[in-house]
Nanobody
Framework: QVRLVESGGGLVQVGGSLRLSCTAS????????VGWYRQAPGKERELVAS???????DYGNSVKDRFTLSRDIAKNTVYLQMSSLKPEDTAVYYC?????????RGQGTQVTVSS
């Protein structure tokens, strides 16, 4: 069974940075697309950023110019570098991978930005 595991969340002050990792139990190229989503209490889940197997990236409007995706093929890992963090970035961040018709989802990692 293919899995995605997120890590790197934590508590950070406003303006700080964090790097989240999404590590797959198989080749990261197994996924047509890997996306980072987040959900804050009482809010809908929203797309943060995504990257296709071909390397094309897409970012949500609220994180453009602050967040950056990258990947390490050898480590089967997609990274989400988050900078200039704001209190509204506080949420549980999930990594989703499109594996054919199936979406694989990680367990999530909490990011809390304190003011």
């Amino acid at each position: 069974q293919v899995r995605l595991v997120e890590s790197g969340g934590g508590l950070v002050q406003v303006g700080g940075s964090l790097r989240l990792s999404c590590t797959a139990s198989s080749s990261i190229f197994s996924f047509k697309k890997v996306g980072w989503y987040r959900q804050a209490p009482g809010k809908e889940r929203e797309l943060v950023a995504s990257i296709t197997a071909g390397g094309a990236t897409d970012y949500g409007n609220s994180v453009k110019d602050r967040f950056t995706l990258s990947r390490d093929i050898a480590k089967n890992t997609v990274y989400l570098q988050m900078s200039s963090l704001k209190p509204e970035d506080t949420a549980v961040y999930y990594c989703d991978g499109a594996l054919g018709a199936v979406v694989v989802r990680g367990q999530g990692t909490q990011v809390t930005v304190s003011s």
